[in-house]
């Protein structure tokens, strides 16, 4: 795998709202998470 084709992983990740996505060729494994940002608190004053 190249990094043109993680790159495309990335990118279908993230177009499709996915947190995480894993492939595996062979004895490789490639697995892209990204981080979810926590949701900010709101004060109601």
């Given at each position: 795998?190249?990094?043109?084709?993680?790159?495309?992983?990335?990118?279908i990740a993230?177009?499709?709202?996915l947190?995480?996505?894993?492939?595996?060729?062979?004895?490789?494994?490639?697995r892209i998470?990204?981080?979810v940002?926590?949701?900010?608190?709101?004060?109601?004053?």
């Amino acid at each position: 795998m190249n990094i043109k084709q993680i790159r495309e992983l990335a990118q279908i990740a993230a177009e499709n709202g996915l947190s995480a996505i894993e492939i595996a060729e062979g004895e490789n494994r490639v697995r892209i998470e990204r981080a979810v940002a926590a949701p900010s608190k709101v004060s109601s004053a």
